[in-house]
């Protein structure tokens, strides 16, 4: 099954790059067929233009409420065929009704091994923590902020004094590659997100 996919992004976009390397080398059966940032100047929309990959800007500025971007977002993905969101980056916290539009088809990759660090500056909050082993995740969204059900992880260990910038720009490339993994599994219909729990928590079958 072809993944027809849209990218939420807000920056920089190296996650969205990997993905459409990944598609154009025949690597990831995946067609991008919306790039939707929230900014105008996102570095991640010259990625997607440089594929040939169709872009949208909609920024949530321009709208009196949440709700109201939110719906703008779902009609403009419906309308461009996606059947599975991809958060690379995008930074808004998202409203039950898009979650719902899309209900178990998003996926968000985050800089931390979750539950651990949550929320921005993951990877800084780790370091001034003082852990030892980090990590990114992918996950499916929920309400909560990056507590979805997690499909899959890697982890990097941190070396003895070793920088904020080093350790992000080692983490990145974990990222790029578990993203793409997961879609790739997502794809073969190999990511069964299974009933809550008597605990009431949603956990994921992954082969
Ligand atoms: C990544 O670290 C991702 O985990 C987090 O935001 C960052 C986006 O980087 N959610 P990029 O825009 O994909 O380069």
């Not at 790039?35 to 949530?60: F, Y």
């Not at 309400?143 to 720009?169: F, K, M, N, V």
């Not at 983490?171 to 997100?193: K, M, P």
Request: include cysteine; hydrophobic fraction near 45%; aromatic fraction near 4%.
């Amino acid at each position: 099954m072809t993944l027809k996919l849209g990218v939420l992004v807000s920056g920089r976009g190296s996650n969205l790059q990997a993905v459409l390397d990944a598609c154009e080398a025949g690597s990831l059966d995946a067609q991008v067929r919306l790039v939707l940032s929230n900014k105008s100047d996102a570095q991640a929309l010259d990625r997607a233009e440089a594929a040939g990959v169709p872009t949208r800007v909609l920024d949530h500025r321009a709208f009196p409420s949440r709700e109201a971007f939110d719906e703008e977002m779902l009609q403009v993905l419906r309308s461009a065929g996606v059947e599975w969101v991809v958060l690379a980056g995008f930074m808004r916290l998202l409203t039950p009704q898009f979650i719902e539009g899309f209900r178990d088809r998003i996926v968000n990759v985050h800089p931390s091994l979750l539950p651990a660090f949550p929320g921005v500056r993951a990877q800084a909050q780790a370091l001034e923590y003082g852990v030892r082993v980090t990590g990114c995740t992918v996950h499916f969204v929920d309400q909560g902020t990056d507590t979805g059900p997690i499909i899959d992880q890697r982890a990097i260990t941190i070396d003895a004094g070793e920088s904020l910038e080093t350790i992000e720009h080692r983490l990145l490339q974990v990222e790029h590659t578990l993203l793409v993994d997961v879609l790739r599994r997502i794809a073969s219909g190999r990511v069964l997100l299974e009933p809550a729990s008597s605990e009431g928590r949603r956990k994921v079958r992954c082969s």
